[in-house]
Every structure is written in C-alpha cells, then in structure tokens.
C-alpha cells in the first residue's frame, strides 16, 4: 500500500510539472516568430504522427508510456495547435496536418 502511494505522489508531483511546462510553451508560443511556429508546427506534426501509428500498431497501452493522461496530452496537442497564429493554413498545410492528426489521435478509443 505504501509503494501505491509514493508512485501516485510521484505520478502527481510528475504530472504538475509536466503541465506547468507545457503551459509555459504554449504561452510562449503565440509571442514566437513565424521561424519558431514553423519548426513548433514541424516537430509536433511529426510527434503526433508517431503517437497516431503506435495507437494503430500498439492500441491504448501506448499512452502508458507518457508522465500525463490521454486527455491532458490532447489538450496539449490541441492549445498549441490553436495558438501557431502566424502559420496560414492555406500556405502551410502541415498546420492543417497537425491538425487532422490530433483528431484521429484523440478519437482513436
């Protein structure tokens, strides 16, 4: 009982840090450059696309492996995506990529 405790404290102490940090990024994001959205966008669309074919290959066991739920990690996904203010779509089509992707991801259940 004790071990189950120390790693929900530990899961919890982990999770805070985790959405502090991710809260930060996306705060910081929409002062960023087009340059820093850009490269933002590329390394998302590309983390999003691994996460969408380990759940394809793999199933729901893959979220065990992140340090925050399914949920928070859509959130997360999902805030970035909102605040790539300087990337137009239309101009741009992995935004839109990103996009779809955090869709398929978070209804992949």
Known sequence: MQDRCARALRFRTLFIRWKERKQHTIDALADDS???????????LSNI???YADVQSSGERVW?????????????YQSVYEHLTKIDEANY??????????NKVSLSD
């Not at 492996?65 to 859509?74: C, G, Q, V």
């Not at 089509?93 to 955090?102: A, I, N, S, Y």
């Open 49 to 51: 696309m691994s996460i």
């Open 64 to 76: 065990n492996r992140f340090n925050a739920p399914k949920d928070n990690l859509h959130w997360y």
């Open 93 to 102: 089509p992995m935004k839109r990529q990103r996009g779809e992707f955090v």
């Open 34 to 44: 087009f340059e820093v959205q850009a490269v933002c966008c590329a390394d998302k």
